[in-house]
């Protein structure tokens, strides 16, 4: 079984939002991979602690680290900035580790647009597709599922999303295979998602690190360029899940 977990950057509004971009990450890891990663992850943190004295309880939540830091104030915002990236080495040197990513753009879209659906529902489908062509690096087992662990995010919406997605799921053909869609139905993911707080979960964490990272490289914030903190995504492009997207590089999935 495959394990995503999700989180997001930016704003999925349309009217008056404070963002252009919304960007979902989904840190994806094999369950025969799951304790190993999280013992990793457990070292890393350590070594955070060690070095910057950040303590293991500490979230590691990379926008507020460094706008609204609160008791991570007394590590300095260079230092802070200095973890994101060390996180970032960090997830791009683990094996069979994948992180999927979905970019909305929504400047020139109408202010209908579905911005929360069309994001999680690509997501969805990449990790479905993926998981379905068999993929993912990493060991298999001779049927694999997935699961889904989002953020906090609109629990209702994201679910009966997903039990839509189950009956009745559109995927335009491909340009070979003639106009219109073919109904993609969800075979491979079971249950709804099972949601956690990033606060205590260090893979949700690393998810919020590659999503807020990519949001960086979109639209930077002043002192992400003035640090070239912009280009800190790129360190995480050996993990990337190339498949998602075939009109990307990096795989990233643009909307």
Known sequence: MYLMYIDESGDPGMVKSPTRYFVLSGLVVHELRWKPFLEELISFRRDLKARFGLKLRDEVHAGHMLTA???????????RLEI?????DFLAGLPDLSVINIVVDKQGKSEHYPVFDRAWQALIQRFENTISSRNFPGPRNADESGMLFPDATDQKKLNLLLRRMRNYNPVRNRVDHGPGYR?????????????????????????DLCAFLLYQQLSPSSF?????GQNYFNRLLPICCKHASINDPNGIVRL
């Open 84 to 88: 994101l990236r060390l996180y970032a």
């Open 183 to 207: 109904n993609l139905q969800l075979r491979t993911l079971i249950e709804e998602a099972n949601f956690r707080d990033s606060a205590t979960s260090y893979f949700i964490q690393s998810a």
């Open 224 to 228: 992400m360029k003035r640090k070239s």
């Open 69 to 79: 830091p609160g008791e991570l104030a007394r590590i300095p915002k260079y230092q």
